[in-house]
């Protein structure tokens, strides 16, 4: 499982690693439980003892997702507004209609 933060509350994953770090629970059972492997496990136990009043799995975005580079965006709206135009002038293929 990649997204903890969707399927554990912060304090669940907290209570579990420090579960471990006390020697209560062995790290494979967690291991299953969560549904990852030893290095984010153990990434995770590195994140606790840093930081624990400021632990967190929550997930936030460097960047927007699905956005058009804003020149893209522009052509794109260029060539609606002239097929647009096409339509509303009864000639939706753009070619030359003869006389």
Sequence with gaps: MKQLHKKFTDDQIKELITRYLKK????????EILGIKK???FALVK??????ENF???YSRR???RKINPDIEK???????IER???KSGNPTGK???P
């Design 39 to 41: 290095t984010r496990f």
């Design 56 to 58: 967190s799995i929550s």
């Design 85 to 87: 135009n096409l339509i």
């Design 96 to 98: 030359p209609v003869a």
């Design 63 to 65: 960047m927007p997702t």
């Design 47 to 52: 994140r606790l003892k840093a930081d624990p």
């Design 75 to 81: 052509n794109i709206l260029k060539e609606l507004e």
């Design 24 to 31: 209560k629970i062995a790290r494979k059972y967690i291991q």
